[in-house]
Protein backbone atom coordinates (compact mmCIF):
# COMPACT_ATOMS: atom_id res chain seq x y z
CA UNK A 1 0.00 0.00 0.00
CA UNK A 2 1.13 3.79 -0.93
CA UNK A 3 1.82 5.76 2.06
CA UNK A 4 3.84 7.91 4.37
CA UNK A 5 4.33 7.01 7.92
CA UNK A 6 5.45 9.16 10.57
CA UNK A 7 6.81 8.24 14.07
CA UNK A 8 5.76 8.78 17.04
CA UNK A 9 2.31 9.98 16.29
CA UNK A 10 2.26 11.65 19.60
CA UNK A 11 5.24 13.17 21.67
CA UNK A 12 5.01 14.91 24.59
CA UNK A 13 8.53 16.15 25.65
CA UNK A 14 10.14 19.23 27.47
CA UNK A 15 12.01 22.23 26.35
CA UNK A 16 15.27 21.89 24.98
CA UNK A 17 15.57 17.45 25.15
CA UNK A 18 16.54 16.91 21.23
CA UNK A 19 14.26 14.89 19.44
CA UNK A 20 13.89 13.48 15.51
CA UNK A 21 9.95 12.95 14.09
CA UNK A 22 10.42 10.25 11.27
CA UNK A 23 9.04 10.53 7.76
CA UNK A 24 9.10 7.93 5.75
CA UNK A 25 7.40 6.57 1.83
CA UNK A 26 7.55 3.56 0.15
CA UNK A 27 6.60 5.00 -3.62
CA UNK A 28 10.01 6.54 -4.77
CA UNK A 29 8.66 9.46 -4.68
CA UNK A 30 11.40 12.49 -4.99
CA UNK A 31 9.62 15.65 -3.17
CA UNK A 32 9.57 15.73 0.45
CA UNK A 33 8.46 18.24 2.64
CA UNK A 34 7.28 19.11 6.04
CA UNK A 35 4.66 21.28 7.55
CA UNK A 36 3.58 22.22 10.61
CA UNK A 37 -0.63 23.26 11.51
CA UNK A 38 -1.49 25.82 14.16
CA UNK A 39 -5.09 26.96 14.69
CA UNK A 40 -5.89 30.01 13.11
CA UNK A 41 -2.86 29.43 11.10
CA UNK A 42 -3.48 26.63 8.77
CA UNK A 43 -0.39 24.43 7.52
CA UNK A 44 2.96 26.21 7.11
CA UNK A 45 5.76 24.55 5.33
CA UNK A 46 9.19 24.33 7.32
CA UNK A 47 11.06 22.29 5.07
CA UNK A 48 11.28 20.62 1.53
CA UNK A 49 13.62 17.75 -0.46
CA UNK A 50 13.66 17.96 -4.06
CA UNK A 51 15.57 14.72 -4.28
CA UNK A 52 19.04 13.10 -1.88
CA UNK A 53 21.00 15.22 -0.55
CA UNK A 54 18.96 18.58 -1.46
CA UNK A 55 16.89 20.47 0.71
CA UNK A 56 15.83 23.80 1.15
CA UNK A 57 14.20 26.28 3.86
CA UNK A 58 10.16 26.59 3.63
CA UNK A 59 8.23 29.85 5.44
CA UNK A 60 8.71 28.68 9.16
CA UNK A 61 12.39 26.67 9.09
CA UNK A 62 14.07 28.09 12.27
CA UNK A 63 14.43 25.91 14.98
CA UNK A 64 14.23 22.94 12.69
CA UNK A 65 16.61 20.69 10.94
CA UNK A 66 16.29 18.42 8.22
CA UNK A 67 18.24 15.55 6.66
CA UNK A 68 17.62 13.51 3.28
CA UNK A 69 20.15 10.80 3.14
CA UNK A 70 18.19 8.32 1.44
CA UNK A 71 15.39 8.86 -0.77
CA UNK A 72 12.34 7.18 1.26
CA UNK A 73 13.23 9.23 4.66
CA UNK A 74 12.83 12.25 5.62
CA UNK A 75 13.22 13.38 9.37
CA UNK A 76 12.76 16.29 10.90
CA UNK A 77 14.91 17.55 13.87
CA UNK A 78 14.41 19.66 16.50
CA UNK A 79 18.00 20.26 18.53
CA UNK A 80 16.26 21.95 21.35
CA UNK A 81 12.83 22.31 21.15
CA UNK A 82 10.37 24.96 22.82
CA UNK A 83 6.69 25.29 23.61
CA UNK A 84 6.30 27.59 20.59
CA UNK A 85 7.15 24.52 18.54
CA UNK A 86 3.97 22.52 20.59
CA UNK A 87 1.98 21.46 16.75
CA UNK A 88 0.49 18.98 14.75
CA UNK A 89 3.14 18.31 12.02
CA UNK A 90 3.14 16.70 8.63
CA UNK A 91 5.47 14.78 6.22
CA UNK A 92 4.27 14.57 2.56
CA UNK A 93 5.56 13.49 -0.55
CA UNK A 94 5.08 13.72 -4.26
CA UNK A 95 6.26 11.77 -7.78
CA UNK A 96 8.02 15.32 -8.47
CA UNK A 97 7.79 18.59 -7.58
CA UNK A 98 5.71 18.65 -10.17
CA UNK A 99 3.21 17.09 -9.18
CA UNK A 100 0.19 18.19 -6.33
CA UNK A 101 0.72 16.86 -3.00
CA UNK A 102 -1.32 14.11 -2.84
CA UNK A 103 0.26 11.86 -0.14
CA UNK A 104 0.07 12.83 3.59
CA UNK A 105 1.70 11.02 6.99
CA UNK A 106 -0.84 11.08 9.42
CA UNK A 107 0.63 13.72 11.39
CA UNK A 108 2.87 14.24 14.63
CA UNK A 109 1.13 15.83 17.86
CA UNK A 110 4.04 17.53 19.93
CA UNK A 111 3.74 18.71 22.86
CA UNK A 112 6.59 20.84 24.50
CA UNK A 113 6.70 21.45 28.00
CA UNK B 1 6.14 34.91 0.22
CA UNK B 2 2.56 34.24 -1.67
CA UNK B 3 -0.83 34.61 0.65
CA UNK B 4 -3.74 32.75 0.48
CA UNK B 5 -6.95 33.65 2.66
CA UNK B 6 -9.61 32.24 3.15
CA UNK B 7 -12.13 34.38 4.80
CA UNK B 8 -14.62 32.44 6.29
CA UNK B 9 -13.56 30.35 9.25
CA UNK B 10 -16.76 28.17 9.39
CA UNK B 11 -19.71 27.78 7.13
CA UNK B 12 -22.48 25.17 7.48
CA UNK B 13 -24.83 23.37 4.53
CA UNK B 14 -27.86 21.44 4.78
CA UNK B 15 -27.49 18.18 3.65
CA UNK B 16 -28.15 17.85 -0.39
CA UNK B 17 -27.51 21.51 -0.59
CA UNK B 18 -24.83 23.86 -2.62
CA UNK B 19 -22.16 25.44 -0.83
CA UNK B 20 -19.16 27.34 -1.90
CA UNK B 21 -15.78 27.84 0.12
CA UNK B 22 -13.62 30.99 -0.70
CA UNK B 23 -10.26 31.62 -1.39
CA UNK B 24 -8.40 34.17 -2.40
CA UNK B 25 -4.11 34.62 -3.41
CA UNK B 26 -2.01 36.82 -3.86
CA UNK B 27 0.82 36.56 -6.39
CA UNK B 28 3.09 38.52 -9.29
CA UNK B 29 3.89 34.86 -10.73
CA UNK B 30 2.00 33.88 -14.22
CA UNK B 31 2.81 30.30 -13.57
CA UNK B 32 1.21 28.41 -10.39
CA UNK B 33 -1.46 25.83 -9.20
CA UNK B 34 -4.22 26.01 -7.00
CA UNK B 35 -5.43 22.70 -4.99
CA UNK B 36 -8.08 22.58 -2.29
CA UNK B 37 -7.82 19.88 0.66
CA UNK B 38 -9.90 18.63 2.68
CA UNK B 39 -9.40 17.65 6.23
CA UNK B 40 -11.81 15.81 8.23
CA UNK B 41 -11.25 14.73 12.23
CA UNK B 42 -8.74 11.77 11.51
CA UNK B 43 -6.57 14.95 10.41
CA UNK B 44 -5.95 12.98 7.11
CA UNK B 45 -5.19 15.30 4.42
CA UNK B 46 -6.65 14.64 1.33
CA UNK B 47 -6.02 15.79 -1.98
CA UNK B 48 -9.51 17.36 -3.69
CA UNK B 49 -9.37 19.11 -6.45
CA UNK B 50 -6.28 21.02 -8.28
CA UNK B 51 -6.24 24.00 -11.05
CA UNK B 52 -3.37 24.82 -13.25
CA UNK B 53 -3.40 28.54 -14.02
CA UNK B 54 -2.62 28.56 -17.62
CA UNK B 55 -6.14 26.39 -18.15
CA UNK B 56 -9.09 28.45 -18.44
CA UNK B 57 -11.56 25.87 -17.86
CA UNK B 58 -12.59 25.41 -14.26
CA UNK B 59 -11.57 22.33 -12.95
CA UNK B 60 -14.67 19.39 -11.87
CA UNK B 61 -13.96 16.14 -9.89
CA UNK B 62 -17.79 14.56 -9.33
CA UNK B 63 -19.45 16.52 -6.83
CA UNK B 64 -16.63 19.19 -6.36
CA UNK B 65 -15.84 21.77 -8.62
CA UNK B 66 -13.64 25.33 -8.87
CA UNK B 67 -14.48 28.78 -9.59
CA UNK B 68 -10.95 29.96 -10.85
CA UNK B 69 -11.11 33.93 -12.05
CA UNK B 70 -7.38 34.60 -12.53
CA UNK B 71 -7.55 38.10 -13.01
CA UNK B 72 -9.64 38.68 -9.55
CA UNK B 73 -6.90 35.71 -8.07
CA UNK B 74 -9.89 34.25 -6.28
CA UNK B 75 -10.35 30.50 -6.52
CA UNK B 76 -13.45 29.15 -4.91
CA UNK B 77 -14.79 25.59 -4.29
CA UNK B 78 -18.55 24.50 -4.74
CA UNK B 79 -19.60 21.48 -3.17
CA UNK B 80 -23.01 20.13 -4.83
CA UNK B 81 -25.32 17.80 -3.26
CA UNK B 82 -23.66 17.95 0.42
CA UNK B 83 -22.91 14.60 2.20
CA UNK B 84 -22.47 13.98 5.71
CA UNK B 85 -19.35 12.62 4.98
CA UNK B 86 -18.17 16.32 3.56
CA UNK B 87 -17.88 17.68 6.84
CA UNK B 88 -14.32 18.47 7.46
CA UNK B 89 -11.72 21.54 7.53
CA UNK B 90 -10.69 22.70 3.80
CA UNK B 91 -7.60 24.53 3.00
CA UNK B 92 -7.67 26.52 -0.05
CA UNK B 93 -3.56 25.81 -1.32
CA UNK B 94 -0.86 27.86 -3.42
CA UNK B 95 2.18 26.11 -5.57
CA UNK B 96 4.79 28.30 -7.34
CA UNK B 97 5.22 27.20 -10.76
CA UNK B 98 9.09 28.25 -10.69
CA UNK B 99 9.36 27.98 -7.26
CA UNK B 100 9.00 24.56 -5.10
CA UNK B 101 7.43 25.77 -2.26
CA UNK B 102 3.94 25.66 -0.57
CA UNK B 103 1.59 28.27 1.16
CA UNK B 104 -1.43 26.82 2.64
CA UNK B 105 -4.89 29.23 3.56
CA UNK B 106 -5.90 29.04 7.50
CA UNK B 107 -8.94 26.92 6.44
CA UNK B 108 -12.58 26.74 6.77
CA UNK B 109 -14.58 24.59 8.94
CA UNK B 110 -18.16 23.26 7.15
CA UNK B 111 -20.32 21.66 9.28
CA UNK B 112 -23.11 19.43 6.78
CA UNK B 113 -26.97 20.06 8.81
CA UNK B 114 -28.83 16.36 8.52
Known amino acids: EAQVTQNPRYLITVTGKKLTVTCSQNMNHEYMSWYRQDPGLGLRQIYY???????DKGDVPEGYKVSRKEKRNFPLILESPSPNQTSLYFCASSFSVGEPLRYFGPGTRLTVT | AQTVTQSQPEMSVQEAETVTLSCTYDTSESDYYLFWYKQPPSRQMILVIRQEAYKQQNATENRFSVNFQKAAKSFSLKISDSQLGDAAMYFC???????????FGTGTSLTVIP
Open chain 2, 93 to 103: AYRSGTLNQFY
Open chain 1, 49 to 55: SMNVEVT
